[in-house]
Every structure is written in C-alpha cells, then in structure tokens.
C-alpha cells in the first residue's frame, strides 16, 4: 500500500487497515489518556476486538465511500493518526480530525498530513468544503485548523458529553476555493 512522505524526519502517512490492529492497540495505550482528553478513539478502542471493531467500521466506510482512516508513522511507529470522519461526496461536504500519541505533538505531523489529504480532498475527489470539530479546549488541534488557513465558523456550546463533561465543540471549515488560493501564495511547510 502507499506510504507518503511528509517530510525528512521519517514521518509518513499510510492507510490505516483492519491488520494495523495490534499495532493502533499498542499505540493507544502509549497515549491512552493524553489522547483521551478530548476525544473517545481510547474508550472505542480499549481492546484488541475494539481496536478491529474500529479499523472494520473504517474499511466500511471507504468501501462505501463514506470516510477513511489514515495512520501517521513516525520511524515506522504508529504515533498517530488523521481520518475523514464523515465524507459526502453529493454534497461536497466531509469532516476531518486527528488524534496523536504524546511522544509525537508539537512536531507538526497532523498539519503536514492533513496536507496531504485536503489537497487530495480537493484536488482529487473534487470537495468543496472540509469541516474540522474540536473541542474548545483543544488548543493544539485549534492551532492545526488555523495552520490549515481554516475559518472559525460558530461554537456549540456543551453538546458534547465527554468522560462526564459537557464540552463545547467549535466548527472550522476551509471550501476548495480558498484552499486553493493559500496553497498558491505559500509552498508546503512543516508547520
């Protein structure tokens, strides 16, 4: 299967497949809390049958051609990963996220990789909007969508309830036209 580069650092982005499963278990436990914060992939995936539960779910939705899942590999280990969670190809319309291990943030991995699969978006399947949900609490992946050149379009105050908590959920979006504008005026860059 492919494996894209995303830069000099032995970072690669690769097709997350139902055999990854051990290996994505193995990676959650890494960063079971940290990831945890403010999305539920650990709580789906607390075993090896979740972890094949999860990865099964996505092989589904690229079948149906309804989402995928990609994993980010850094020095061939699992560090993270960046989906389509939803993705409407009538409408023009998916969104995208991500998630990474401790050992692996701050070096801009989910931006360079979400490179790579917006232009794919755009470019290739012929999108025209990607949203981007998080969390009001997550800065990191606040600061991916502004890098991203995505617009903070509204809040939704405490719909979400995590781990006990009603959270509240941002929504971000980049359409393929201002995509295409930013990716004109500034080459590809780390972060």
Same mark, same amino acid.
């Given at each position: 299967?492919?494996?894209?580069?995303?830069?000099?650092?032995?970072?690669?982005?690769?097709?997350?497949?139902?055999? &990854? !499963?051990?290996?994505?278990?193995?990676?959650?436990?890494?960063?079971?809390?940290?990831?945890?914060?403010?999305?539920?992939?650990?709580? +789906? +995936?607390?075993?090896?049958?979740? !972890?094949?539960? $999860?990865?099964?779910?996505?092989?589904?939705?690229?079948?149906?051609? !309804?989402?995928? +899942?990609?994993?980010?590999?850094?020095?061939?280990?699992?560090?993270?990963?960046?989906?389509?969670?939803?993705?409407?190809?009538?409408?023009? +319309?998916? #969104?995208?996220?991500? $998630?990474?291990?401790?050992?692996?943030?701050?070096?801009?991995?989910?931006?360079?990789?979400?490179?790579?699969?917006?232009?794919?978006?755009?470019? #290739?399947?012929?999108? &025209?909007?990607?949203? $981007? &949900?998080?969390?009001?609490?997550? #800065?990191?992946?606040?600061?991916?969508?502004?890098?991203?050149?995505?617009?903070?379009?509204?809040?939704?105050?405490?719909?979400?309830?995590?781990?006990?908590?009603?959270?509240?959920?941002?929504?971000?979006?980049?359409?393929?036209?201002?995509?295409?504008? !930013?990716?004109?005026?500034?080459?590809?860059?780390?972060?």
């Amino acid at each position: 299967m492919y494996a894209t580069s995303l830069g000099d650092d032995g970072a690669e982005l690769r097709p997350l497949e139902v055999w &990854h !499963a051990g290996e994505l278990l193995a990676h959650i436990d890494r960063g079971r809390e940290f990831i945890g914060r403010h999305v539920g992939l650990p709580d +789906v +995936v607390p075993d090896l049958d979740g !972890a094949r539960a $999860w990865l099964r779910s996505y092989a589904d939705k690229r079948g149906a051609d !309804a989402g995928s +899942v990609h994993g980010i590999w850094l020095d061939g280990r699992l560090v993270g990963g960046l989906l389509f969670r939803v993705w409407d190809t009538p409408s023009g +319309v998916c #969104e995208a996220g991500c $998630w990474l291990e401790p050992a692996a943030a701050g070096r801009g991995l989910v931006t360079r990789g979400m490179r790579v699969l917006l232009d794919w978006a755009f470019e #290739e399947r012929g999108m &025209h909007r990607v949203e $981007w &949900h998080v969390s009001s609490a997550n #800065e990191p992946s606040i600061g991916v969508a502004r890098r991203l050149g995505m617009s903070r379009e509204g809040v939704l105050r405490e719909n979400y309830p995590h781990r006990g908590v009603r959270t509240s959920t941002e929504i971000w979006a980049v359409l393929a036209p201002e995509w295409r504008t !930013a990716r004109a005026r500034a080459p590809h860059s780390g972060r």
